[in-house]
């Protein structure tokens, strides 16, 4: 019954952020391989964006970097909420 409710609620999460946009969530009660660094870990870096990307964010209407950290900064305290 526990692993049915604690289930319910992650699916429930993971469907928020499917909303979102996510293209991959996927819900586990097990520790896996995966879990344990399976896939390794991407470390960002920072850059200029592109010509192209500039253009696509001055459509979006986020003209500044600083426009672009704070809708990042907006996007980890999503995370942070469904994640905690």
Known sequence: MLVKL?????????????????????????????????FG??????????????AELSALGLEEMEDLERLARRIGQKIRKYSG
């Open 6 to 38: 604690a289930s319910e609620r992650l699916e429930a999460v993971a469907d928020e952020l499917r909303m979102h946009g996510w293209k991959w969530v996927e819900i586990s009660l097990d520790y896996t391989f995966i879990h344990m660094g399976g």
């Open 41 to 54: 870990r991407i470390h960002a870096v920072r850059r200029d964006p592109t010509e192209a990307e500039q």
